[in-house]
């Protein structure tokens, strides 16, 4: 369930394009199934210094449309763009292992962090692959590929769901991050965290057995959440509608209230956050602090995709108009 104070409110509103139409009743009646608009809160077209509402159409809900809280231009702080960018998970290669030697044992270490969904550094797991040498000198072909038989066997044995381990070639090894499932409400697909370490030891060795490697781990990418990603919209939308409709969703199966849902795991969205103020009739709260998210899918992920996201940013522009208030500038379009 979602549950919310009353100084954190955020509504999110997602449709996959810009109306055309400039008033609520045109809009209700013609525009297409999840357009977006901003229309002043009187039924008219959106005016400087008015107040306004975002609108969106939905064909699949009892009247055919969704529509925000009212906002007062004059209470409206601050106006957030966030241009969509992909998510990028942690990439990490492991040189060639040196020194190659007999009766040496080679080993590629990871670290895995919040392990089994803990959300806590301090519980982690240790996975390692493993390569020992025999009577003759290996070759870095020899190490790489039998660490990451070794490695891949031990991840698979715990789903094979978390690291993706490839020998890249001339004894090189690259262990990645796999991109996590959403369950909304359940799973929120956060990102694989890990560390990486290389370790060679002389069999032979008696006493002081220490890490002889000579071999470098280079982290090639950290990880990105991303911005405006379905992962992000799904999760944004699931927890915002335990404010706007149904608190304890599925409690109370097979009567439950319906909550409608349009984010796309598979979307990409331009983001827009207005921040802004709403007078509540409250003897702690007088003013409540309150965000509306404006997703704006991209049918493709370019400069053209931006064209709706620039329309929507134009009518936000037009309704701030005399306020003070800063509207980011229109992204490119071509």
Same mark, same amino acid.
């Given at each position: 369930m979602s549950v919310f104070g009353p100084n954190q409110v955020e509504e999110p509103m997602?449709?996959?394009?810009?109306? =055309?139409?400039t008033t609520i009743a045109t809009f209700i009646a013609s525009a297409s199934d999840q357009e977006l608009a901003v229309l002043g809160a009187g039924g008219g077209a959106v005016a400087a210094l008015e107040p306004f509402k975002v609108l969106q159409k939905a064909d699949a809900i009892p009247g055919g449309y969704e529509f925000s809280d009212t906002v007062i231009p004059s209470k409206v702080e601050k106006v957030i763009l966030a241009t969509y960018s992909a998510e990028v998970n942690k990439d990490v290669s492991v040189s060639a292992f040196a020194p190659l030697a007999a009766n040496h044992t080679y080993a590629v270490e990871v670290r895995l962090f919040n392990d089994g969904g803990t959300l806590s550094p301090e519980n982690f797991a240790t996975i390692t692959g493993y390569y020992v040498s025999g009577a003759a000198v290996p070759t870095a072909t020899d190490v790489s590929a039998g660490i990451v038989a070794s490695l891949n066997a031990n991840l698979t044995k715990r789903g094979g769901s978390e690291l993706t381990v490839v020998d =890249?070639?001339?004894?090189?090894?690259?262990?990645a991050g796999q991109a996590q499932t959403v369950v909304p409400?359940?799973?929120?697909?956060?990102?694989?965290?890990?560390e990486v370490i290389a370790k060679v030891f002389d069999n032979a060795a008696l006493v002081g057995q220490e890490n002889l490697a000579t071999n470098s781990v280079t982290v090639n990418n950290e990880n990105n959440p991303g911005v405006g990603t379905g992962k992000y919209a799904v999760n944004l939308e699931w927890f915002a509608k335990g404010y706007k409709y149904e608190v304890y969703r599925q409690t109370g199966y097979p009567a439950d209230f319906a909550t409608p849902y349009y984010a796309n795991i598979s979307g990409i969205y331009n983001v827009i956050h207005l921040k802004y103020k709403q007078d509540r009739i409250s003897p702690s709260v007088e003013e409540q602090p309150k965000v509306l998210t404006i997703l704006i899918a991209k049918p493709t992920d370019d400069n053209p995709g931006n064209v709706d996201t620039n329309t929507i940013l134009g009518d936000i522009r037009t309704a701030l108009t005399g306020t003070g208030v800063s509207v980011p500038a229109d992204l490119l379009e071509v």
């Open positions: 997602i449709g996959n394009a810009a109306a =055309a139409e =890249a070639g001339a004894g090189v090894i690259t262990v409400g359940k799973i929120t697909g956060r990102q694989i965290e890990f």
